[in-house]
Structure formats: C-alpha cells, structure tokens
C-alpha cells in the first residue's frame, strides 16, 4: 500500500503546488484555462500572496494550505480560509488532486483535513467557486454541498459534509 502524507504547506512547497494546479488545469479544464493560470512564475508569485494573506479580499487573515503527497510525490493540495463570502464562515480557494491521483479518496482526505482546521475556528458554513461547466463540481455535490449560484456551491453544515465525508470511506 502507498505512503500517503496530508500536511500543511509551508513557503518551500509552493512551487510544487504551482506545478499541481497547472498540470491539473491542463489535463482537466485546459478549456477554461487562461494563458497567465499556465505561467509558473505568476502562479507562484500568486501562491505567495496568497499565503502572505494579502488576496482574496473576502479572505479573514487564518488560511491554511495542505498538500497530499504519495510516496513523498506532491500530487494533491487544498487551499482555504475563513472567509465573508455569501455569509459562509470559509472558503476553499483552490483544491487540485493530479488525474492520475484521481478517485483514490485524495480528494476527500484533503477536504476532511481542512474540516478539521476549520474545527480551530468554530467554521459551520462553507462554499467553493468554480466555472459552471466543470465537471469537477460533482464531488461537492456528492457531498451535500447546495448551489449558492451557478458559479458557486456551499454548506451550511459542516457536521453534515464531515458525516458524508465519513460515511463514503465505508462504501
């Protein structure tokens, strides 16, 4: 069985995330992809204001990254933070499991290690942009998330998501 490691990022491992989100836009959503989100030197400069504090502006101060790593290969990475956005209490700012990482429980191991951040806070609301057409949103639905609007889907219970997010690891 592989070694699977969730921790929190630190500065040294942004290039690394950098590099997931790019292949991970380029294997799955090339088609809403910008040129300057492909940039790695943006990208990075761009995770460093992130975790500076200094974007987005509905952002609170406490932010966390964690990032999966299979046998020590970086191969996922969840971003969020408290957040003001539709009344939510948080927000994830960008969530990326690389496809061949894809739909081995990554995916869920990373949300349910960012509840659990989000318990330090007493967090009960949370949403997640995306562009309308990708197909990634079904895993937010698959875990109760509600649409907000057509861009945007959340939680008002994260007691319930942490429990569908359980009772999935069973099935």
């Given at each position: 069985?592989?070694?699977?490691?969730?921790?929190?990022?630190?500065?040294?491992?942004?290039?690394?995330?950098?590099?997931?989100?790019?292949?991970?836009?380029?294997?799955?959503?090339?088609?809403?992809?910008?040129?300057?989100?492909?940039?790695?030197?943006?990208?990075?400069?761009?995770w460093k204001?992130?975790?500076?504090?200094?974007?987005?502006?509905?952002?609170?101060?406490?932010?966390?990254?964690?990032?999966?790593?299979?046998?020590?290969?970086?191969?996922?990475?969840?971003a969020g933070?408290?957040?003001?956005?539709?009344?939510?209490?948080?927000?994830?700012?960008?969530?990326?499991?690389?496809?061949?990482?894809?739909?081995?429980?990554?995916?869920?191991?990373?949300?349910?290690?960012?509840?659990?951040?989000?318990?330090?806070?007493?967090?009960?609301?949370?949403c997640v942009?995306?562009?309308?057409?990708?197909?990634?949103?079904?895993?937010?639905?698959?875990?109760?998330?509600?649409?907000?609007?057509?861009?945007?889907?959340?939680?008002?219970?994260?007691?319930?998501?942490?429990?569908?997010?359980?009772?999935?690891?069973?099935?």
């Amino acid at each position: 069985m592989a070694t699977v490691e969730i921790r929190t990022a630190q500065e040294r491992d942004l290039p690394q995330i950098a590099a997931i989100e790019i292949a991970s836009k380029i294997a799955s959503v090339a088609q809403w992809t910008e040129p300057h989100e492909l940039d790695a030197g943006l990208r990075l400069e761009s995770w460093k204001a992130y975790l500076d504090g200094q974007r987005p502006q509905s952002a609170k101060p406490q932010r966390i990254i964690l990032i999966s790593l299979v046998e020590e290969q970086y191969v996922g990475y969840l971003a969020g933070h408290l957040s003001t956005r539709f009344s939510m209490d948080a927000e994830i700012q960008s969530f990326y499991v690389l496809k061949d990482f894809q739909r081995r429980g990554l995916g869920r191991a990373l949300l349910s290690s960012f509840l659990t951040w989000l318990d330090n806070y007493q967090a009960s609301g949370l949403c997640v942009g995306f562009h309308p057409q990708n197909p990634y949103k079904a895993f937010y639905l698959r875990f109760g998330g509600t649409y907000i609007n057509e861009h945007w889907i959340g939680w008002t219970d994260l007691e319930k998501l942490r429990e569908k997010l359980q009772a999935s690891r069973l099935l």
